[in-house]
């Protein structure tokens, strides 16, 4: 039994589909990694230490810094009062019993920058309001 002969071709084939698989992966793991440091806050506050801390897991939520001096920051970009209520007023729409305010505030941040904050929320039906605290240990 005669074998077939198969013509050989000159040069190599390289299959460069997982080449094409990987720089995908990569360009979205850059995509998600850089959003993330754009909405990571970069004002840099010292946290209050509290005894009991809560985990709040929901994920349709707004965290304002404000720093001692009394200037808010969201998503790293400095903002005013009537810019946060906007964003608590679009946030809350629908179904507010579902989205939360959080602020990180200084440890020596005076109360009188954040109570418009908290009382903002109510204005738009917002109850689930709290503060990033440091736990204290025993």
Do not use: W
């Amino acid at each position: 039994m005669r074998l077939p002969v198969r013509s050989r071709q000159q040069g190599l084939k390289f299959n460069i589909t997982p080449l094409i698989d990987v720089v995908f992966l990569l360009v979205i793991f850059f995509l998600v990694a850089s959003h993330f440091a754009r909405s990571e806050p970069t004002e840099t506050v010292e946290l209050p230490s509290a005894s009991q801390t809560t985990e709040d897991e929901n994920p349709r939520r707004l965290t304002i810094t404000v720093n001692p001096q009394g200037n808010y920051f969201v998503n790293a970009e400095q903002a005013t009062v009537s810019e946060i209520e906007e964003m608590i007023s679009d946030g809350s729409e629908g179904d507010p019993e579902t989205y939360a305010v959080r602020v990180r505030g200084d440890h020596q941040t005076p109360y009188t920058f954040i109570e418009p904050i908290m009382l903002i929320c109510p204005k738009y039906g917002v109850t689930k309001f709290g503060f990033h605290v440091i736990q204290r240990e025993e």
